[in-house]
């Protein structure tokens, strides 16, 4: 489309919706702006340099401005220059020399090229941000593009995957892909790439049943990265809550994210988006000019009550998102239902969740943005998962969302590690993360399952280097290894890093295995690294936020100890989906229920009796016993269950402990499972009845079912749940 285009075609058009959308016909405009006083369209040719018109959209309704023009379509080029006041002491800084992007535009062609003209004032006049800059932006600025979201899917509704059968892997288009032998070069790094055969087979064949996947909605490379060679490779600086990052696009069309949805729903996997909405990269009053703040500034972020010229800066990046706002809470719900519908994803992991829910007088459980989920018809059936902090005042919240949320449960993970490592005194709090931290989350009702357990994330080591390392080293990262986190709760086992010693090698190994059968033995949500389950390491940087390179990229040749600890992980979470026992939809009390004359959960010493007040406190006591009675009623229906019965042993002592097998009243012999002191479970152990001892290697974890006949079934789906999986085959 050019310039022999008639603007005189140009009609009023609809404030709804908003964004750039195209009806077959033509394209309506509608961008809200509460304080502009004048709104421009401009549209550029293909290569999105040229700007060929500049429109002047004619309608102002409801604060939305609009116009609709007849005869475009799909693949339009175009931005918004924004008029109004330029006046920061008041919060406003409209300059139409600046091209914005559309808060709702769905596709981005063209990067973001850093340089002064992005910045609404003169970088390095003596008033900084008070003064005014002409230059026009336009050439640095990616474009806005119209798409036409018609796809046709083959399935119409989403897996809504129970929540207690749920298993999370959190991953990285790129990083998971970038590497892999069997994904096309082409197509590596893209969400082609990951919809490839060979990568979803292997996500399935692990046994999880969600994918989160790391922001994937169009973000900025940070110029201070730039300078330094890096780049923003995590994603956590979102620019368009619409649009997918054209970096993980093998071709200019959104339905190709649509492809890969619909490959993964196909192969029984969900899709979860981490999702960024309580900042943007506009910083604070000296950062860019590039949407928000050029379209209505005193709108869209939290201003300083007494100074808006200045930002609230509860995220840490230099602004935050104003939700309190009711056209800025529309926007994200708007870009969350496009995401659940448009593109049937299941579900969203909020970045700095208690952002959220802040309204000026702080974290508030009833605020705006959660109660627009919990009553909104499409969100409320999604899956929501909070990261529930912030760097704000009390914007420590684990536990403090309301019914319907999931939350990442920080404390499992500083528990476990330091458990593990040899910490004394957690006994205690391990039992009760074990448990689905009831004593964060067992109230209004809320489930187990809403306590996301991890040992590991993103943020942070890997697993591998979680048992290979006692301190971070980010040295790659150009901040002299002052950035990521100091209190890791790691042990290296000897030897700092990479070693050829033996010894520590096999103590490393059998240290992740303790770490992942604490994870997937516990009660809540598990949530697993990808890579984890293969050893992966970032080289002890734990903070890889800005290293797309092999850091960060997975290196598929896993050798014979990947091999071994992925079956390790395949037979866990087989184990985990075959025994309901261990992922209960009610948290375990470990009261005594008379009318059965049984507790749901006990915790018994190496003798096989209940811990005494004093062995609770022993800060020396690295070891307990866990045993879950598969005859307690399940449900608020008072009546048994006919699940089966495990006793597992926690043992983090550098020392074997014997453990007298407990007595059940029909248990007849107890079957070992799992032995994390082994790579596989090992057939030799005959059947042992209640009052035997059993040895606990040291550091180690045991799991017994119990066996009450030769037939029992609960025995014979186990042993079918994890024949796959018995033999040590590492060419496999």
């Not at 022999?4 to 908003?18: C, I």
């Not at 220059?81 to 330029?86: D, E, N, Q, T, W």
């Amino acid at each position: 489309m050019g310039s022999g285009y008639d603007l005189g075609a140009l009609a009023e058009g609809s404030p709804f919706p908003r964004g750039a959308t195209y009806d077959g016909q033509g394209v309506n405009f509608a961008l809200f702006s509460a304080h502009a006083t004048k709104v421009e369209l401009c549209l550029f040719d293909e290569s999105g340099e040229t700007e060929w018109a500049r429109v002047t959209l004619p309608e102002y309704t409801d604060e939305v401005w609009h116009g609709y023009l007849p005869g475009i379509g799909p693949g339009t080029r175009y931005g918004y220059r924004v008029h109004g006041p330029y006046e920061p002491d008041a919060g406003h800084r409209f300059n139409p020399n600046k091209l914005v992007l559309d808060p709702y535009a769905k596709a981005f062609m063209g990067s973001l090229q850093w340089g002064p003209a992005l910045f609404g004032y003169e970088i390095g006049h003596p008033d900084a941000d008070l003064s005014f800059d002409e230059r026009d932006s336009a050439h640095l600025m990616p474009k806005c593009v119209v798409v036409d979201s018609r796809f046709q899917w083959q399935q119409n509704e989403r897996l809504r995957v129970p929540w207690d059968r749920t298993v999370i892997y959190e991953t990285h288009v790129r990083g998971y892909t970038q590497r892999h032998p069997d994904v096309p070069h082409h197509l590596r790094g893209t969400f082609a790439g990951l919809a490839e055969d060979a990568v979803i087979e292997r996500i399935r064949k692990l046994g999880v049943t969600s994918v989160e996947l790391l922001p994937v909605q169009m973000f900025v490379d940070q110029p201070y990265l730039l300078d330094k060679g890096l780049r923003n490779h995590w994603g956590y600086d979102t620019l368009g809550f619409f649009a997918l990052h054209p970096r993980y696009l093998s071709a200019p069309s959104i339905d190709e994210f649509k492809y890969m949805v619909e490959r993964f729903h196909a192969a029984g996997l969900e899709v979860i988006l981490d999702v960024v909405y309580n900042h943007t990269p506009e910083g604070n009053e000296l950062g860019p000019t590039l949407s928000f703040k050029g379209v209505d500034n005193a709108s869209y972020y939290r201003l300083m009550p007494d100074q808006p010229r200045y930002y609230i800066n509860d995220t840490g990046t230099g602004n935050t998102l104003n939700l309190s706002h009711p056209r800025v809470l529309q926007t994200v719900t708007d870009s969350l239902r496009y995401w659940a519908t448009e593109m049937r994803v299941d579900g969203f992991r909020f970045d700095l969740a208690t952002i959220l829910a802040r309204e000026p007088h702080g974290y508030d459980e009833g605020g705006g943005f959660l109660d627009s989920c919990r009553q909104d018809p499409v969100l409320s059936s999604v899956k929501l998962i909070a990261e529930p902090w912030d760097c704000g005042p009390g914007g420590y919240q684990v536990g403090g969302f309301p019914p319907g949320w999931a939350e990442w449960n920080d404390t499992f993970r500083d528990t476990v590690r330091a458990y593990w490592k040899g910490d004394e005194g957690q006994v205690p709090d391990l039992a009760r993360r074990l448990t689905a931290s009831g004593d964060k989350f067992n109230r209004r009702g809320r489930r187990p399952w809403a306590s996301v357990n991890f040992i590991t994330a993103h943020d942070g080591f890997t697993l591998h280097d979680l048992v290979s390392y006692n301190d971070k080293h980010n040295e790659a990262n150009g901040e002299e290894n002052r950035d990521g986190h100091a209190d890791n709760r790691s042990w290296n086992c000897g030897a700092e890093g990479p070693t050829d010693d033996a010894d520590i090698v096999a103590l490393r190994e059998q240290q992740k295995r303790n770490l992942l059968a604490t994870l997937l033995l516990a009660q809540g949500t598990p949530m697993l690294l990808a890579g984890d389950e293969c050893g992966r390491t970032q080289g002890g940087n734990n903070n890889a936020y800005c290293q797309d390179n092999e850091t960060s990229w997975f290196d598929w040749d896993i050798g014979e100890d990947g091999m071994r600890l992925t079956r390790f992980v395949q037979r866990l979470l087989a184990l985990r989906q075959a025994l309901p026992v261990l992922r209960r939809n009610r948290f375990l009390t470990g009261e005594w229920r008379e009318a059965f004359e049984l507790r749901d959960c006990a915790w018994l010493d190496e003798q096989g009796n209940d811990l005494t007040e004093e062995q609770w406190h022993d800060p020396g006591r690295r070891w307990i016993g866990m045993l879950l009675d598969g005859r307690a009623p399940s449900s608020g229906i008072d009546r048994p269950s006919d699940d089966a019965t495990v006793f597992v042993v926690f043992n983090a002592s550098h020392e074997e402990i014997d453990f007298v097998m407990p007595h059940v009243s029909e248990a007849q012999s107890w079957e070992l499972v799992i032995d994390t002191a082994r790579t596989a479970t090992s057939e030799e152990h005959a059947p042992l009845g209640a009052g035997q001892t059993h040895r606990s290697e040291a550091r180690s974890v045991q799991l017994h079912i119990l066996v009450t006949d030769d037939g029992d079934i609960h025995a014979r789906t186990v042993r079918e749940a994890l024949a796959p999986f018995m033999e040590e085959r590492a060419s496999d």
